[in-house]
């Protein structure tokens, strides 16, 4: 999904203009990066937490010439998802209707029984 398919999708789900739709999605953003500047950590219940993670200094190589790169610290963002996101993203859409599983289940039983 792109940026500008969630803003559709919002101004769908409001019934809003896109125009109004795309001033909230940008402010979210801008609220997200503002906070994980100032080391602060955003957590959203359900959906998961946003933090940074400090990196070391460290020596890296050129690929192209293989001469040796010093890289600086620096602050990377990291996503964390919630346990319920977690659920929500790994249950797949055969186990959500169990009527559909039960149904195949009887006939391979009927005609096993019909077989003895």
Request: proline share 8%; hydrophobic share 35%.
């Amino acid at each position: 999904m792109t940026k500008a398919e969630l803003i559709d999708d919002v101004s769908h789900a409001v019934d809003m203009s896109r125009k109004d739709s795309e001033v909230i999605v940008e402010t979210i953003f801008e609220s997200i990066v503002k906070s994980l500047r100032t080391g602060d950590k955003i957590e959203i219940r359900g959906f998961g937490s946003f933090r940074t993670r400090q990196r070391e200094a460290r020596v890296g190589r050129n690929p192209k010439t293989g001469a040796r790169v010093d890289v600086p610290p620096k602050k990377i963002p990291y996503f964390k998802p919630s346990k319920e996101l977690k659920d929500l993203v790994n249950r797949t859409p055969a186990a959500v209707p169990s009527a559909p599983a039960e149904g195949a289940a009887t006939p391979s039983s009927s005609s096993s029984a019909s077989s003895t």
